[in-house]
């Protein structure tokens, strides 16, 4: 059962049950307190657990566990030299969506008896989290030339991963690619983008998420993209779309897409081709969704 939080706190406390084997003697019972920040946490949302292990002098460490299984590896108490009481933190991205039972597990020393925490319980659910056009940073704000794009990767034509450059101007073609905008820019798997090696075709890829509990028939996601050379495909979590066409490099061509989505994380590619010379890619992605 959850302790009530101060007024302001971003932490849920569970209790400990000390436990101790029999004939231990003079072994102090401590008591393990574990706070979680923040409460309910969403999935990929950095979470911290805290272990407060209160006794003689406790040393040692603790095993941070999701049900049955350990969150990591046992982390060593930190504390100051003949004190009563000691700290253990870890932190994970790591939670999947759905339901955990948070405890965690003093081992014990000399002078102290072994203690676990009462549980703390939750679901974690999926947060909707927009998708990035090409070219921007984590921010959101246009990245200069030959910058790597954080939010796509791309393959070439044999799968073999790249680098997602970002670009103004094709090499030799100054001024042919549709002007960078605020908003977007063409990235390349090339720094001076030149397919010398005739490698593609190239794929685009990006991913983002639709919370636990949307719409998904009410979803949609309206794709603007340029590409050099021609647009062959876009494929939407495993499906290849229907209605794609060509496009071009000077000029956005729009299409709406009304699914297959799916709660959580949601994988959109884009196939260009090209067969040397330069190559590039450009996308603005805006989803709506409740």
Do not use: C
Request: hydrophobic share 35%; proline share 6%; no cysteine.
């Amino acid at each position: 059962m959850r302790r009530s939080k101060p007024r302001g706190s971003a932490t849920a406390r569970a209790e400990s049950e000390a436990n101790s084997a029999p004939g231990e003697g003079p072994k102090r019972h401590p008591t393990t307190l574990l706070d979680l920040t923040p409460l309910s946490p969403k999935v990929g949302e950095e979470v911290t657990l805290t272990a407060t292990v209160a006794g003689r002098t406790p040393t040692g460490s603790v095993q941070f566990k999701d049900g049955a299984t350990n969150l990591g590896a046992p982390v060593a108490l930190t504390a100051g030299a003949g004190a009563t009481s000691a700290t253990a933190s870890f932190k994970t991205t790591a939670l999947a969506a759905g339901a955990h039972v948070l405890s965690a597990v003093y081992a014990g020393d000399a002078d102290d008896a072994t203690s676990t925490s009462k549980t703390i319980s939750f679901t974690s659910t999926f947060v909707t989290t927009l998708p990035f056009n090409t070219g921007l940073d984590s921010a959101r704000v246009m990245l200069v030339d030959r910058a790597v794009d954080p939010h796509w990767t791309v393959k070439n034509g044999a799968g073999k991963a790249l680098t997602a450059y970002v670009q103004t101007d094709a090499k030799g073609y100054i001024g042919y690619w549709l002007a960078p905008s605020a908003t977007s820019k063409f990235i390349s798997p090339f720094m001076d983008t030149d397919d010398t090696a005739a490698e593609g075709p190239f794929t685009y890829t990006t991913k983002f998420t639709v919370r636990t509990g949307a719409d998904l028939a009410a979803t949609t996601l309206s794709v603007s993209y340029a590409s050099d050379n021609a647009l062959d495909s876009i494929n939407l979590n495993g499906t290849t779309l229907l209605g794609v066409s060509a496009g071009s490099y000077g000029s956005f061509t729009t299409l709406p897409i009304t699914g297959p989505f799916v709660e959580g994380t949601n994988t959109i590619s884009f196939v260009s081709s090209n067969s040397g010379g330069p190559t590039g890619f450009r996308a603005e992605l805006t989803l709506t969704t409740n």
